[in-house]
């Protein structure tokens, strides 16, 4: 999984990650990077993590975009 997941971040820009709460946990961070792998299984035309939003506890939104 290494090697695909090294790929992406070669052609996948840095995505902007906006958080609304007051605070950024592990558990957070794991969808973040639960984000980066699912816009490529999911949307493979759009697979670049662009924009992970957290809106709420347990609400995010990921928006996926194409390569760079």
């Known amino acids: 999984m290494l090697n695909s997941s090294l790929g992406l971040y070669l052609v996948c820009g840095v995505p902007t990650v906006i958080n ?5 946990s ?3 961070k794991y969808i ?3 984000a980066k792998q699912r816009c ?6 759009a697979p670049c993590l662009t924009t992970f939003v ?3 506890e347990l609400v995010y939104w990921a ?4 390569k760079e």
């Open 32 to 34: 973040l990077n639960t």
């Open 26 to 28: 592990d558990h957070d």
């Open 40 to 45: 490529g299984e999911k949307f493979p035309e």
């Open 63 to 66: 928006i996926c975009g194409e």
């Open 54 to 56: 957290k809106k709420e």
């Open 20 to 24: 609304k709460t007051e605070v950024w």
